[in-house]
């Protein structure tokens, strides 16, 4: 089981495919293998690097302050490890955020930015009662990944940022979730520059189930560009 050094945290990743590299990064305590039919659907084009942000399932999992940047950190470490320079990046509800936060620490890495139910601030109320229900369930079977992860949405704010991202962006967003608003995605298409936005079937998971191959369809089509 490949995996990464990242300041001391151990990073399991996977690879798959062939072709131009592309790395997914995942959402809130979701692991590699809930990914299987878009990493399948992304792998026919691509060489796709998947990993486990820590907190989560086979990545180590400190009980300490986590930050999107130190996950952006992370994703970077398992890029050096599997031998992967530029790349597409692809990152989904948490994973928007860590992508953009790896967009901005380092843009030579990254070859295009795409973004899945993404949020450029905070978190929705609902979204943050839901989700502590989650988080709480979690700790009480003795896990403190997810709440880790949760609690690094505190005080993350890229808005004034997103002007310096200067690479190709797409920014995908379910018509039917109901878990991030269509309003966060609307707001990160029209604050970065050059942003493409397209509405997608489904809901919130949608990209992790019956919606996997029209994402990855219309991912492909966009990293393909020219």
Do not use: W
Not at 4 to 14: L, R
Not at 82 to 107: H, K, T
Not at 158 to 174: C, E, K, N, Q, S
Not at 180 to 194: C, E, K, M, N
Request: proline share 4%; glycine share 10%.
């Amino acid at each position: 089981m490949p995996s990464a050094d990242s300041d001391g945290v151990s990073i399991h990743y996977e690879l798959a495919g062939t072709g131009n590299a592309l790395v997914r990064i995942g959402g809130l305590g979701v692991h590699t293998g809930e990914y299987r039919p878009l990493i399948d659907t992304l792998a026919r084009h691509h060489q796709v690097l998947a990993a486990d942000n820590r907190g989560a399932d086979s990545s180590d999992k400190p009980d300490e302050p986590y930050s999107y940047g130190m996950m952006a950190a992370d994703t970077l470490a398992a890029m050096d490890a599997a031998g992967v320079g530029a790349a597409d990046i692809v990152g989904f509800s948490m994973g928007a955020r860590i992508a953009i936060e790896l967009c901005l620490a380092r843009p030579e890495r990254v070859r295009t930015l795409t973004l899945i139910a993404g949020r450029p601030a905070g978190r929705s109320r609902r979204r943050t009662r839901l989700l502590a229900r989650v988080a709480a369930a979690a700790d009480r079977d003795g896990g403190h990944g997810m709440r880790r992860q949760l609690d690094a949405a505190r005080g993350n704010d890229v808005r004034a940022r997103l002007t310096d991202v200067h690479v190709p962006a797409l920014v995908l967003h379910g018509r039917r979730d109901r878990v991030v608003p269509i309003a966060d995605s609307r707001q990160l298409a029209r604050l970065i520059p050059g942003a493409e936005l397209y509405l997608m079937p489904g809901g919130h998971l949608a990209v992790l189930r019956a919606q996997a191959k029209a994402h990855g369809a219309c991912i492909d089509a966009f990293t393909s560009q020219d």
